[in-house]
């Protein structure tokens, strides 16, 4: 599987006054600093004994400052940690450290990959767009409720005397929730609630779940409201 | 009623998934993570610890605040859900810049807030919710995967989604960035319906008809969660498996007879 071939990185390092060389990001951790006990030493008194150093998890590589004195920079900018990408410039003192990373060579399945098994998280993907969503309204006939017309905005809306319920019933016997309108998608059914006593649309019982058409008319808990599709709208 | 269970599968050395059912909240949790070394683990149980914490507060504080933008769309519950979760992601975000090996640590996450006839979902990645009601089984969640996304926009057939070796890529996980794109949804239940949340151990070797099947059956809850583990080690066991099984008969009963409690409490 070609896709899943380890992505490989090199460092170009280029010290001051000393030409260059290019390492190859082989092992987990490359110490960075002064002292010889780093992978890689700069003889430098402007740079810490254990200045920083470049980490891989998994296949990303990181780049840590040692809490040095002169502090690393990536980009120009002062880091204490930060991800490595391609062509990233690091820079401590007057030394340069070129990023370089070799991207898998499979150009249709997205990088990174890490072990197949494992679950890997894709970032930046573009998310597709919400579609133009439907709406509706019911229009209140007859019945007691706060207002004549009601858009369906959400998702589930009740049809109660409820905090919360979208269709607002105030007589004074009305059930907290008598029904519930639900779009999913680009339609719109409505189903009895635990406490409503029928449900009538278009004058025939609901049971389970019944999907709405416009200018349906429910009977509900003493109200009756005419059900309309706003089209066009988004 | 509920029965939740996890098993660690046949190939993996640690469980990274965790979960929550707590009847009381009315909140049930599945959380798969992924990281190196223990990280998943650490991932998914902040999680977990993050979402109850947060509702638990709710509960007792109506003027808690909430975490990121409103959505217009549904409940103010269903909102809550979505802060909860997105405190979570800043939790796991922070704690994987602790230590090196925490890096880039993540979950998957599908919550289910249940309150009274509605239930409020919310996800971010390949854990799932499913929804059993009168002998058929529809998922309400979409899957943030790749495959799924390549489905969708109708490059690759489903056959091909499930067959896909990059089916284990999420193109949304909680904790991997400072912020994170909770996607809610609302619908109403009512008694008899029966839910599952589960991880993609389940749904990778298992397909929908066979969870049907057992979901639909005589068993007992735990019996059928045990069950559905059993079927996901029976084809592979290739990854972790967590299942939350919810009866919402019971739940709703046990919901007013908790209120009647309280209300003779008071």
Known sequence: MPDTLPQSAKLLVKLHGKGSQQIELTLETLTIGRKTDNVLVIEDPAVSGHHARIVKIQAVFFLEDLKSTNGTSLNGRPITRHQLRDADVITIGQHRLVFQENVAPSTAAPAPFVDLDRTTVLRGTDRTPDGPTLTAKVLVIAGKTDRVEYPLTKQVNVIGSQDGAVIRLTGWFAPKSAAIIARRGQSYSISPSREAKYLLVNGTDVVGQQELKDGDQIEVAGVKLTFCILSGTK | ?266
Request: aromatic share 4%.
């Open chain 2, 1 to 266: 009623m509920h029965s939740a269970k996890s098993d660690t599968g046949l190939k993996r050395p640690h469980n990274e998934d965790r979960f929550v059912a707590d009847p009381p909240l009315g909140l049930y949790v599945v959380c798969d993570g992924m990281g190196g070394g223990n990280a998943g683990e650490i991932a998914s149980a902040l999680a977990i610890e993050a979402i109850r914490t947060h509702l638990a507060e709710a509960d007792q504080r109506a003027d808690l605040p909430l975490i990121g933008s409103c959505d217009a769309t549904v409940s103010p519950r269903a909102n809550r859900l979505a802060s909860a979760i997105r405190v979570a992601n800043d939790a796991i975000h922070r704690e994987s810049w602790s230590r090196p090996d925490y890096v880039g640590m993540g979950t998957t996450v599908v919550a289910a807030l249940l309150h009274d006839e509605v239930l409020a979902i919310a996800h971010v990645g390949d854990s799932r919710l499913y929804l059993i009601r009168n002998g058929a089984i529809q998922s309400l969640t979409t899957d943030h995967s790749w495959v799924t996304e390549q489905m969708l926009k109708g490059f690759i057939t489903e056959e091909e989604a499930e067959r896909s070796p990059r089916r284990n890529i999420v193109t949304r996980a909680l904790g991997v960035e400072n912020s994170v794109d909770v996607e809610l949804t609302e619908v109403p239940v009512k008694s008899g319906d029966m839910l599952l949340l589960c991880s993609d151990g389940l749904t990778r070797g298992v397909h929908p008809n066979d969870i049907l099947h057992i979901l639909g059956g005589p068993d007992s809850l735990p019996a059928m969660s045990d069950r559905l583990i059993a079927m996901a080690n029976e084809a592979g066991g290739d990854d972790n498996t967590t299942v939350v099984i919810v009866a919402l008969r019971d739940d709703l009963q046990a919901g007013l007879w908790e209120r009647l409690k309280k209300l003779f409490a008071a």
